[in-house]
Nanobody, 116 residues
Framework: VQLQASGGGLVQPGGSTRLSCATSTSIFSITDMGWYRQAPGKQRELVTVITVGGNTNIADSVRGRFTISRDNAANTVHLQMNSLKPEDTAVYYC???????????WGRGTQVTVSS
């Protein structure tokens, strides 16, 4: 498994949770890391991405609530999810991509369910 995702589960509306995605140094050092999500009956969508250099891009739907960060020492990317809403319910997928090296990796999805 090249991308190992963890976290998620059942969270109450307004609550928080954190997803993590660990990988190898060889992948982490050359790829932009991101999170996508797919809700039932919908297409997979980009949530947020952080580049090798630390620049971030985030979807308007989660801006101000979700934060992505890179732990370079641990080859891990984290997604802190706050003020969760039922519409955030989805399977979340970790992604690592490098246009330069023409590589892309996907982690196994992790379910986040926001419900009371």
């Amino acid at each position: 498994v090249q991308l190992q995702a963890s976290g998620g589960g059942l969270v109450q509306p307004g609550g928080s949770t954190r997803l993590s995605c660990a990988t190898s140094t060889s992948i982490f050092s050359i790829t932009d890391m991101g999170w996508y999500r797919q809700a039932p009956g919908k297409q997979r969508e980009l949530v947020t991405v952080i580049t090798v250099g630390g620049n971030t891009n985030i979807a308007d739907s989660v801006r101000g609530r979700f934060t992505i960060s890179r732990d370079n020492a641990a080859n891990t990317v984290h997604l802190q999810m706050n003020s969760l809403k039922p519409e955030d319910t989805a399977v979340y997928y970790c992604n690592a991509a490098s246009l330069q090296f023409r590589r892309q990796y996907w982690g196994r999805g992790t379910q986040v369910t926001v419900s009371s």
